[in-house]
């Protein structure tokens, strides 16, 4: 998962991105990076680390320009070193620079096909780079020299057609402006914000319309599925649905956990979708458990929080905090190797004995998906004196690897797969386990927009609306085993010592 913005404004840009990207931060804490457009000139900065490390005061001095992209990543395809950092920059033609969120899941032959067909090369094994060199390809392979609105569109198309997967991606084309697209399922989310300046309109693509309320941008839409904008340097917008657009497929992990809640998403509120996820999950409780002896209801702070208030009113019973915070560790199920997750938990939460003490308490978190977590935060349960710890998932069981963005682990590292709930309930260490079901999901996340047909919910159902090749899934099996990440971290960490 990774957080990307455009502008297109009427001064310098690059403060604003700058701003807007602390505020995506929690899409990605791997890399940052931000190119921007001096008249003919691309400047680009990018490294690892949270945003605050990658930029100093002198490199954003250097980032002139009143067009720019910039870009959070967190590593799903490819490696986790500094040269798969985002924007990705290609000279040919005109010069482009790319941001991508989500995942091809034909990056292989796409690989091949550019190679051997289309004689680019690629430095890389992200498959960001892939789809900026296809994009790239189809803007040189057009017969008329000059780069107008239509034949971007017809470019863009043609990508539709090559790509497959999930992907929002904002391009920066040299001497001409920047150029936003959603694949054709509308899996991944991207916004579009405006702001009325002295000077004229300013104009803002992003992930998730939080990163255009800092900056003071105005939501105006989302982008539909399959549809592109393109924004010219003089600020006129151009947009063009695909043919290859499909029915409104978003990703519902979105609003399960990695979107902000004060995010709209597809003309949803993230933070609506979540209490409903807490008014569900209580009808769920007092249906299958009436005479439930929950003493106090504790989120596992922060996304849970939102589903947890409405869980306790439901049921009649408290809510209070049990887990301190600290906001300086990441998010743990993407944290690379299993040790580092462990002892990552105990450094990331503290729990205050007193509200554990005597009690029987439910404690809600957003999702399970290795268990790792889990089983530890019930372990600091009992030990600060609960006399029984029951658990709630605002979120079936994920029991199939993401496919789209998301880098979950190996689906033998999923604790759902494989596993009923009472097996499940007996691994973790509860004295009681309940899921949200998927209808219930379903319907807490659809409220507000009936355009959205069905979501992507493949990490709990098993089914991808794209399809997926023969063969596909296991490779991913052994590409994404901790295994095999530690490994390539070692080798990452002996090439660079």
């Known amino acids: 998962m990774c957080g990307i913005i455009g502008i297109v404004g009427q001064s310098a840009v690059a403060p604003a991105i700058y701003d807007a990207l602390t505020i995506l931060q929690h899409r990605g804490q791997d890399a940052a990076g931000i190119a921007t457009?001096?008249?003919?000139?691309?400047?680009?900065?990018?490294?690892?680390?949270?945003?605050?490390?990658?930029?100093?005061q002198a490199e954003m001095d250097k980032l002139r320009g009143n067009v720019g992209i910039g870009h959070v990543r967190y590593p799903t395809a490819g490696g986790d070193h500094s040269a798969?950092?985002?924007?990705?920059?290609?000279n040919s033609p005109y010069g482009v620079a790319l941001g991508h969120n989500g995942n091809l899941i034909n990056t292989d032959a796409l690989a091949s096909e550019l190679f051997e067909s289309d004689r680019r090369h690629l430095n890389t094994e992200s498959d960001s780079e892939v789809l900026l060199n296809v994009l790239a390809h189809e803007l040189q392979t057009k017969k008329n020299k000059s780069l107008t609105p239509e034949r971007i569109f017809k470019a863009v198309d043609v990508v539709h057609r090559r790509c497959k997967g999930a992907y929002t991606a904002i391009a920066l084309l040299v001497n001409q402006g920047?150029?936003?697209f959603r694949d054709p399922w509308g899996i991944r989310p991207a916004v579009l914000g405006m702001r009325e300046t002295a000077r004229g309109p300013e104009y803002a693509i992003a992930s998730e319309s939080v990163a255009l309320d800092g900056i003071g941008f105005e939501l105006v839409r989302d982008l539909r599925p399959g549809e592109a904008l393109f924004i010219n340097s003089e600020g006129e917008m151009f947009s063009h649905q695909s043919p290859e657009a499909k029915t409104l497929t978003p990703c519902i992990f979105e609003h399960v956990y990695f979107a902000r809640p004060d995010s709209m998403i597809d003309d949803v509120s993230v933070y609506k979708s979540r209490l409903r996820m807490g008014e569900a999950l209580a009808?769920?409780?007092?249906r299958v458990w009436p005479d439930h002896d929950i003493d106090v209801v504790i989120p596992v702070p922060d996304t849970s929080r939102t589903a947890a208030l409405p869980l306790a009113h439901n049921l009649g019973v408290k809510y209070r905090e049990g887990f301190i915070k600290n906001r300086y560790i990441g998010r743990t199920f993407i944290m690379p190797g299993q040790e580092q997750r462990q002892k990552s938990v105990r450094r990331k939460l503290n729990a205050i004995d007193l509200e554990f003490r005597r009690k029987n308490v439910l404690i809600v978190d957003d999702s399970i998906v290795r268990g790792t977590t889990s089983r530890q935060i019930i372990q600091m349960a009992r030990?600060?004196?609960?006399?029984?710890?029951?658990?709630?998932?605002?979120?079936?069981?994920?029991?199939?690897?993401?496919?789209?963005?998301?880098?979950?682990?190996?689906?033998?590292?999923?604790?759902?797969?494989?596993?009923?709930?009472?097996q499940i309930q007996e691994a973790l260490g509860a004295d009681w386990l309940v899921?949200?079901?998927?209808?219930?999901?379903?319907?807490?996340?659809?409220?507000?927009?009936?355009?959205?047909?069905?979501?992507?919910?493949?990490?709990f159902s098993g089914e991808y609306i794209t399809g997926v090749e023969p063969g596909y899934l296991e490779k991913l099996e052994l590409r994404r085993s901790d295994a095999v990440k530690a490994q390539r971290r070692e080798e990452a960490r002996t090439a660079t010592g």
């Open 178 to 180: 920047i150029l936003g």
């Open 383 to 422: 030990e600060a004196g609960a006399n029984k710890v029951y658990f709630a998932s605002a979120s079936p069981p994920v029991r199939y690897p993401n496919i789209y963005g998301i880098d979950m682990p190996a689906t033998a590292e999923l604790i759902a797969h494989g596993r009923d709930e009472k």
């Open 283 to 286: 009808a769920k409780i007092n």
């Open 435 to 459: 899921y949200q079901d998927l209808d219930d999901l379903v319907d807490a996340c659809r409220e507000g927009n009936d355009d959205i047909g069905q979501f992507d919910t493949s990490c």
């Open 37 to 56: 457009l001096e008249g003919h000139w691309l400047n680009l900065h990018k490294a690892r680390g949270l945003v605050a490390e990658a930029f100093s």
């Open 84 to 90: 798969e950092a985002q924007p990705f920059y290609v």
